[in-house]
């Protein structure tokens, strides 16, 4: 077996240049292509991405190459390999047990029959994940042999690849326990069931030709799990011992992204007795020296797998040599965390202007630079000093480079005080709104958008491609909106919506019409399964150069007598998904976006608009893993859109969106936000959110969704009815308001039109009922 390669990537991104998986996996769910079609588009972008890292200038024989490709999600195969698949999916298995396919994608989707698994955050970022259900009936036993039949086909074509799995303490810390596990059951409680079985996986991926084996264990970096930080690495001692001793083993390289190792951690894993760590160097400071490292191989992650800047090349070189005096047997070059965060290729951005495009680095330049870094370490810094100076170089003029910095954008924000980010009691507040708005008890609205249909897409299609003109898109967006608006009107919603149709995105598009943002063309990257995302680039300061969305929230309040809602997204979503500048904290750079926003909302405001909505759906996405980073962040996150709201009115109704149901988990920071009306979802939890806001004492306006939009099922009557119901039994009924609990762009009219329906007859019900 071949020692750990100087320079490595821990993952790259799977769902291909032109996102080919995605399309692949697509057309085989709606029946298009077979499995062995797309058992060959998924051979193919492998072959590709293998042969593509070789060009780039990692080895082909010597495991620097990661087989980390996945159909849908990293933790879903993990859970796969090992037969840890709920019962529900039993019927669906091999006749052996064998996991194929159909039950990998019937949890990943659910078919009809069967409820997918949930799915939620990976750690702060913004990939999803699939949650395992794990209870004392879960069978562990190695269930299909798709990792290592990657390794042995990038065998046959002369690559020794070393493939990524998801560790045991990692699946099990991430996994819930099921429905038939008893109180107090922790998915943990099985390791000592699962590790025969990672044991087994181990051996068949050394039989299959893998000489290191990469184990993912980013839980060993976060506080914010279930488990404790000592109960974690307690498993982690555990685990390692028992996969230490497998016989006939690839080597192990043991990966923490995301953060810096726990103090609970890092010692269990510095003694484990495996052959590498890779520590995460960006999010996280070195690990101290221990006497555990003298055999090992230390992989510091000093390129930036989450990104899109080139960066400081030469810190980075000068970072692992500080490593190289931590103990360790040899250290190499690597990424802090997997490249599936950031898009392949900057080349490919041949619209970017050149200037910004020479700072980036997408997955591709990140293996350059990683090449580079590995050259260093073995040949000395002078064999790679063009290199480090090409980079300093981008970084310098990127400092200097007109609109990094903004003179005006930067007073503007240093003069900022206390009372800038406060608005008025909220009593007093109530009282201006309910003189102004006449609404009536549970007020029914909406939360933007209505359904992005065929016939939007195709409009923006032939505007971008230059088919249609900008007056004839926009005659094609007031059309839609007066539909829009005269639908609401006969459903009969109190508080209406314009619907959102111009919006791509709902952070894009606020980023094309904000300075200090690009747009790319193939920045895509995949937020779960088949789903990608193509988030902006924040490379400057942020102003906002005319306004954004005044002409069509006016335009939709010219249409009714009913109060229009006007749409914004708020600041900490805004960079929640964008990739923002690393040259400044987050907290600056917040502020500039809530600035920009602050003078929309006073640009509604003075066209007469009475209701704004500022959505935060992100605002727990970059909620920090580090317990003593969270106080911080949510002081900066709300800050942020207080900044932005508290220009306002009292007699303008600010509302809020929130698209999580942990409710309580956040309700000092939603209190602090201190929205008129904050709505969020809740239909899902089957209204369990209600009694979190009950026992809260929250007492501003509050919307627990009431339809979940996520699925096709429209909601009746008696449904909606009942969780109203609910709602004013533990909430005073003039707080309550009544709406779906996410936008509607994913759905059809069929199902909002009768859904929405339900929800105003239920909503008469209920109000005559009060
Ligand atoms: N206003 C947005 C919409 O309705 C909110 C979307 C979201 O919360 N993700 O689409
Ligand atoms: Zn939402």
């Not at 193919?44 to 849908?72: N, V």
């Not at 794990?134 to 042995?152: H, K």
């Not at 990469?214 to 011992?241: I, K, M």
Request: include cysteine; charge should be negative; aromatic fraction near 6%.
């Amino acid at each position: 077996m071949t020692d750990f390669p100087a320079g490595t990537i821990l993952g790259y991104p799977r769902i291909g240049r032109r996102r080919e998986l995605k399309r692949a996996i697509e057309q085989h769910w709606a029946g298009a292509i077979d499995e062995a079609a797309l058992e060959a588009v998924g051979a193919d972008l492998r072959r590709a991405t293998r042969t593509r890292l070789a060009e780039l200038g990692l080895g082909r024989g010597d495991s620097a190459i990661p087989e980390s490709f996945s159909f849908y999600d990293q933790v879903l195969d993990a859970a796969a390999a090992v037969g840890a698949l709920p019962e529900r999916f039993d019927d669906l298995r091999g006749a052996d047990g064998a996991i194929g396919l159909v039950a990998y994608f019937a949890a990943a989707r659910g078919d009809g029959r069967h409820a997918p698994l949930e799915m939620t955050k990976w750690f702060d970022t913004n990939y999803h994940y699939l949650v395992p259900e794990i209870g004392p009936e879960t069978v562990f036993a190695a269930s299909s042999d798709r990792f290592a039949r990657q390794v042995a086909e990038a065998r046959a074509e002369g690559f020794t690849t070393r493939p990524v799995v998801v560790g045991p303490v990692t699946l099990l810390a991430l996994a819930k326990a099921s429905d038939a596990a008893p109180d107090g059951f922790a998915p943990l409680d099985r390791l000592g069931d699962l590790l025969p079985v990672y044991a087994r996986l181990l051996a068949d991926l050394r039989a299959a030709g893998a000489d290191w084996v990469q184990l993912d264990e980013p839980a060993l970096v976060s506080e914010s799990l279930a488990a404790t930080p000592e109960a974690l690495a307690a498993a982690a001692a555990r685990a390692y011992d028992v996969l230490g001793a497998t016989a006939d083993r690839p080597r192990i390289l043991v990966a923490a992204p995301y953060a810096q190792l726990t103090d609970a951690a890092w010692p269990v894993l510095a003694e484990a007795p495996v052959e590498a760590l890779a520590v995460d160097l960006v999010r996280g400071a070195a690990p101290a020296a221990h006497p555990g490292l003298a055999g090992k191989t230390l992989v510091g992650g000093v390129v930036d797998g989450r990104n899109v800047w080139r960066g400081d090349l030469a810190g980075a070189f000068e970072a692992l040599e500080q490593l190289r005096r931590h103990g360790a047997a040899a250290v190499s070059a690597g990424t802090s965390t997997s490249l599936q965060h950031v898009p392949h290729d900057v080349a490919d951005e041949t619209a970017l202007d050149a200037r910004l495009a020479s700072w980036l680095a997408f997955a591709d330049q990140k293996v350059g630079q990683v090449v580079t870094l590995a050259g260093g370490l073995a040949e000395g810094r002078e064999a790679i000093a063009d290199e480090l100076d090409a980079a300093s170089l981008a970084l310098a003029d990127r400092r200097e480079a007109p609109g990094v910095r903004d003179g005006s954008v930067r007073e503007r924000a240093a003069a900022l005080t206390r009372d800038d980010f406060r608005r008025a009691e909220y009593e007093v507040r109530v009282a201006a709104q309910d003189a102004a708005l006449d609404l009536p008890v549970l007020p029914t609205t909406t939360i933007g958008s209505f359904p992005q249909t065929g016939d939007i897409r195709r409009a923006r299609g032939r505007l971008v491609r230059g088919e249609s003109t900008v007056e004839e898109y926009e005659g094609f967006l007031r059309r839609e909106i007066a539909r829009v608006v005269a639908l609401q009107e006969d459903l009969g919603l109190d508080v209406l919506v314009h619907g959102e149709p111009e919006r791509n995105d709902m952070v894009q598009y606020f980023a094309e019409n904000l300075d200090g943002f690009a747009v790319t063309q193939h920045g895509w990257v995949q937020s779960y399964g088949s789903r990608a995302t193509r988030p902006s680039i924040l490379w400057g300061d942020v102003s906002r150069p005319a306004p954004i969305t005044v002409e069509w929230a006016t335009y939709a309040q010219s249409l009714t007598a009913q109060r229009m809602k006007g749409m914004l997204t708020g600041p900490v979503t805004i960079l929640a998904w964008s990739f923002v500048r690393d040259d400044q904290p987050l907290a600056d750079t917040a502020r500039q976006v809530a600035l920009a926003l602050r003078d929309e909302i006073a640009d509604l405001e003075r066209a007469g608009i009475a209701i704004v909505q500022v959505d935060e759906p992100a605002l727990r996405e970059l909620l920090p893993l580090k317990a003593d980073a969270q106080a911080d962040y949510l002081d900066w996150s709300v800050g942020a859109f207080r900044l932005a709201t508290a220009g306002a009115a009292d007699a303008t109704q600010v509302h809020t969106h929130l698209c999580y149901s942990e409710f309580a988990v956040v309700i000092d920071a939603i209190a602090a936000l201190d929205a008129d009306v904050t709505s969020i979802e809740a239909a899902r939890s089957r209204g369990e959110v209600i009694a979190d806001i009950a026992e809260s004492g929250f007492s501003h306006g509050v919307g627990p969704g009431v339809w979940d939009i996520h699925s096709p099922r429209v909601p009746s009557v008696e449904e909606i009815s009942g969780l109203l119901e609910r709602a004013v039994e533990g909430i005073p009924a003039r707080q309550v308001w009544v709406n779906p609990d996410c936008g509607l762009k994913t759905r059809g009219y069929d199902e909002t039109v009768a859904a929405l329906r339900n929800l105003v007859e239920a909503t008469d019900g209920v109000r005559q009922r009060l």
